[in-house]
Antibody
């Protein structure tokens, strides 16, 4: 059974940093591109970042470029999102998702990041 | 990249059919056969309902169908049931990924 389990969310002050993790199981993690998608409270889904299967290629939404870094450790079956210089508008539930055939077939349960003083 | 345009809300009675539209541009919906649709119940993670415009993942009811014409994709739900009440999001490839703003479906 495919499982994606996010962790690392919490309350952080503006300007602070946080690292999210997404532990994958039930499939060959190193074969899949992975994405992060976020959802602000009461708002819609927004794409954040993606990484290819071996970690050599990444892409970011303009809103997080230069502040967030996506990475992966295929030996540990884990996806990461390092978030620096956090702003109030980064407050959201962050989901990791596995993509295939251009679509998100599997999602984690999400982890809440709250940026507030 | 601008968000895809969806109606904020739609409603229907049990047994009826409804259609949710998703309008993009020639740079996203119109250029790729990679539109997907997601159902999200409150407090839950999204669930894939349609991929590659019109394909259903294993386990998704055949009451759900997808189509595309030009720059607009559509999700149709036939034989509405109470459990279909949820938020629905479209998503398209556009170099990266772009989502619609979401549509709240109410089953009357």
């Amino acid at each position: 059974e495919v499982q994606l389990v996010e962790s690392g969310g919490g309350l952080v002050q503006p300007g602070g940093s946080l690292r999210l993790s997404c532990a994958a199981s039930g499939f060959t993690f190193s074969s899949y591109w992975m994405h992060w998608v976020r959802q602000a409270p009461g708002k819609g889904l927004v794409w954040v970042s993606r990484i290819n299967s071996d970690g050599s290629s990444t892409s970011y939404a303009d809103s997080v470029k230069g502040r967030f870094t996506i990475s992966r450790d295929n030996a540990k079956n884990t996806l990461y999102l390092q978030m620096n210089s956090l702003r109030a508008e980064d407050t959201a539930v962050y989901y990791c998702a596995r993509i295939s055939s251009g679509s998100y077939f599997y999602w984690g349960q999400g982890t809440l990041v709250t940026v507030s003083s | 990249q601008s968000a895809l345009t969806q109606p904020a809300s739609v409603s229907g009675s049990p047994g009826q059919s409804i259609t949710i539209s998703c309008t993009g541009t020639s740079s996203d919906v119109g250029s790729y056969n990679l539109v997907s649709w997601y159902q999200q119940h409150p407090g839950k993670a999204p669930k894939l309902m349609i991929y590659e415009g019109s394909k259903r993942p294993s386990g998704v009811s055949n009451r759900f169908s997808g189509s595309k014409s030009g720059n607009t994709a559509s999700l149709t739900i036939s034989g509405l049931q109470a459990e279909d009440e949820a938020d629905y999001y479209c998503c398209s490839y556009a170099g990266s990924r772009v989502f619609g703003g979401g549509t709240k479906l109410t089953v009357l």
